[in-house]
Every structure is written in C-alpha cells, then in structure tokens.
C-alpha cells in the first residue's frame, strides 16, 4: 500500500469548514483513499472513500486531486464533536487485512 | 445493528500472566479483525477471519499472539506470558465482508491492556 503523509496536528473554529489534506504520492493505480477518525476512547469510525472523483455523504466531502497524488477531507462544518484523529489510508480494494493506519492528524475544534 | 462489543474494556494483569479479549461483532458480519494499538500512533493489523477460518495471521506479533472465533460468531484474542511492552489497546472491528467498493470496517471501543 501506499505511504501517506499527513499533518500532524490542526485547529479548526467551530461552525467553519476543516480542510484535512493527505499527501499519498506513491498512489497506484487500484488503490483507494479511504478516511477514518477516532474520537478520544474510541474506535476508528469510517468517513468516506474515493477512488478518483470527488465524493460526498452526510459526514464529509473528498476531493481527489487529478494526479491523484493527494486529497483533502472537508468538514463543512465543524462541531466540538468533530475533535478527534484524522486517518487517512490508501489501500488496493478487497483487502481490508492490509489497512495500514498512519499516526493520522489531530484536530481540535475550538469554540 | 448494536454495534461491535469488547469486552473487559480495561484489563490489569502482571507481567507472565495470561490474559483473554473477546470481541462481539455486528450480527452477520463474516469478516472479524484484531488490532493492537499503541499510545500516539495508529492501528496496526494483527489478524483476521473470514467466517471461522483465520485467513491472515503472520503479522500476529509473536507465538504468545493467538485468535480463535470457533463458530464463525465471536472472537477471542489470548495473549500468553504477557509482557509489559504487550500493554496496548486492543480493538476488534467486524464487515459484512462483500469485498465490494463499500466494505467498511466497523469498530468496537476496544480493550485497554496494563501490563504491570
């Protein structure tokens, strides 16, 4: 799987977009971007995944850039509960044994 | 849909001791998975069953590692002669396994492992 790179740490103003960027230059081909979040005592929670078009769904958006080479996680509108740690995860479809989660980006939403 | 169980959600043992995870995963899911994770740093894959065949488990971290899920249900993670570097948490996620562009791992709260 690839390896992606990600900021360690972000703030973000409750009510005001979080933009989540990932770096995974070494992307291929089969290979999705999947994103995940921890919430303090949790387990990881599922966002969303793409392969190469933007996606949306209730919790986030994706945006894929055309090189593939990196994407950005919005939150469009970021609550106190959105604090937690951002993974993001590429990995080639149908091996979820394979999921290598980084040290991910912690975000703190402040009021 | 209820949701992955683990239980204990906290386990204290000393150093040598045995101890035993278990892990309930949502109803009909036939893909079951263990993870350890360590303070500040990601999940990391040890294990996991298809039904109740083991179908991957060379990243398990030792022979002291070892899972069952002996009717294709629950799971149990045993950690033999623990050591205090074994201390972690220990999360179990489940999915319905299709394989298809929409698998999500779905996890449970995992248990904490203090190794005294």
């Avoid at chain 2, 040598?16 to 109803?27: E, Y």
């Avoid at chain 2, 002291?64 to 950690?79: Q, V, W, Y």
């Amino acid at each position: 799987d690839a390896k992606t790179t990600q900021p360690t740490s972000m703030d973000c103003a409750e009510g005001r977009a979080a933009n989540l960027p990932c770096n995974h230059s070494t992307i291929s081909g089969n290979e999705y971007v999947y994103w995940y979040r921890q919430i303090h005592s949790q387990g990881p929670q599922y966002i969303i995944h793409g392969l190469k078009n933007n996606e949306t769904n209730e919790m986030a958006s994706l945006i894929i850039t055309e090189d593939r080479k990196s994407s950005t996680l919005i939150l469009p509108h970021a609550t106190l509960r959105d604090t937690a740690v951002y993974y993001c995860i590429v990995r080639v479809a149908y091996n979820n044994n394979d999921m290598r989660f980084g040290a991910g980006t912690r975000l703190t939403v402040k009021p | 849909d209820t949701g992955v169980s683990q239980d204990p959600r906290h386990k204290i043992t000393k150093r040598g001791q045995n101890v035993t995870f278990r892990c309930d995963p949502i109803s009909e899911h036939n893909r079951l998975y263990w993870y350890r994770q360590t303070l500040g740093q990601g999940p990391e894959f040890l294990t996991y069953f298809q039904n109740e065949a083991q179908l991957e488990k060379s990243r398990l971290l030792s022979d002291r590692f070892s899972a069952e899920r002996p009717k294709g249900s629950f799971s149990t993670l045993e950690i033999q002669r623990t050591e205090q570097g074994d201390s972690a948490m220990y999360l179990c996620a489940s999915s319905d396994g299709t394989g298809g562009l929409n698998e999500k791992l779905f996890f449970g709260s995992g248990t904490q492992l203090s190794v005294l």
